[in-house]
Structure formats: C-alpha cells, structure tokens
T-cell receptor
C-alpha cells in the first residue's frame, strides 16, 4: 500500500540554524501539506501546496518557513532560522484532490531546537 | 472560522466494550468533511474514517463508525469491541469549503482524546 514517507525521523539543531525536512508524498497525489504538533498539543495546519505553488497557509507559516517541490517527487519544508518554539513534530500529508479526499499523513519528523 | 471541540481529554475503557469519543464542530461552511485520526504512542497519524456533510448515511469502517448528527453539529466516533491495540490519542478534524474548488484547505484538528483500553 502506498504511503507518505518523511526523513529524517528525528533532527536536533541549534537555535538559528536552518533545517530542511523532507517528504515523499504518495505518487499519484496532487495536493501536499505540512502540519506541526507541539508536544502534548493539537495538530496545526501550516501550508498546502498544489500545482507548484502555495495554495493556502496559516498564520504560523511566516517568512522563516518555505516549501518546495524540487524534483517532482520530494516535498520539502525549510525553516531558515530555527527558534526554540519551533520544536515540534512536523507531519507531511498528501491527498489525491483538495476537496473531500482524505489527507494521508507521513510518520512525522521530530524536530528539537536547542 | 472552523472549530473542533473534543471534551474528553482521557478515557479508560474495558477491553471488548464499545467506546464513544465525542466531537462537536462549528463552521459556517455549507459543505464540509469530518475525519477521525488515530495517533498511537509511536506518533504517526492514521486515518480512520470520513463523513461528508451531505452524506445521507453515517460512515462505517470495520469496527469504527461515525455517529453524525448534523443539527447538533456532532460527529462522535464509535469503536465497537475495543481492543488493547486501540489505546492511542484520537483526533477529530474538519475540512471546510469542500466544493469551493481550487484551494487545498488544511484540516482543523481538535485537541484529542487519550483512550486507554484496560484488559
């Protein structure tokens, strides 16, 4: 069964450093998403991506975040200058369409900023 | 704005009993979708079940069913014959503007219910 994959599973970084989180969505899906979950809290939407551009973004997705689909298979989230409060689990998700189709989540990347 | 409320932070249930996890929602969208996800201690998010706002029947997927009461804006998850492996966090989520076209909306999640199945 096809699944969303994410690398790395864990990442530790120093405050102020740049990180890139990688995702490989399900191959025939067209819509891609990033969410985050701060420890013990609910999952929060960051951004959605369709047709090589951002479709929707939340207030959390400020100028220090960017997304890219560099090669037709990978979907990346870059945090330019990490802050302590960026420590969270980051989930990538993909969906066949942006409507009522289910979004399938990857296993997540746990980011710890020291 | 959309909002999901899960009022049960934690629940203890005996194995083999049925369990109902509550979810109420608030939205001004005329069409929307409701989802339940399971998050075991390993952290991944597993899709369980989906209900569209215009679906005539309540959704069912194996031991999972969704008790959808549109007038009350509730979408409770029912797990029949609970198993030890059902112990996990359960999140209710909503997707609005299903038929607005074009946009890829993000899901709005509730805070979750931590379900523990006891032998």
């Amino acid at each position: 069964e096809p699944e969303v994959t994410q690398t790395p599973s864990h990442q530790v970084t120093q405050m102020g450093q740049e990180v890139i989180l990688r995702c490989v969505p399900i191959s025939n899906h067209l819509y891609f998403y990033w969410y985050r979950q701060i420890l013990g809290q609910k999952v929060e939407f960051l951004v959605s991506f369709y047709n090589n551009e951002i479709s929707e973004k939340s207030e959390i997705f400020d100028d220090q975040f960017s997304v890219e689909r560099p090669d037709g298979s990978n979907f990346t989230l870059k945090i330019r200058s990490t802050k302590l409060e960026d420590s969270a689990m980051y989930f990538c998700a993909s969906g066949a369409s942006g409507g009522q189709e289910t979004q399938y989540f990857g296993p997540g990347t746990r980011l710890l900023v020291l | 704005a959309q909002k999901i409320t899960q009022t049960q932070p934690g629940m203890f249930v005996q194995e083999k009993e049925a369990v109902t996890l509550d979810c109420t929602y608030d939205t001004s969208d005329p069409s929307y979708g409701l989802f339940w996800y399971k998050q075991p201690s390993s952290g991944e998010m597993i899709f369980l079940i989906y209900q569209g706002s215009y679906d005539q029947q309540n959704a069912t997927e194996g031991r999972y069913s969704l008790n959808f009461q549109k007038a009350r804006k509730s979408a409770n998850l029912v797990i029949s014959a609970s198993q030890l492996g059902d112990s996990a966090m359960y999140f209710c989520a909503m997707l609005g503007s299903l038929y607005s076209g074009g946009g890829a909306d993000g899901l709005t999640f509730g805070k979750g219910t931590h379900l523990i199945i006891q032998p």
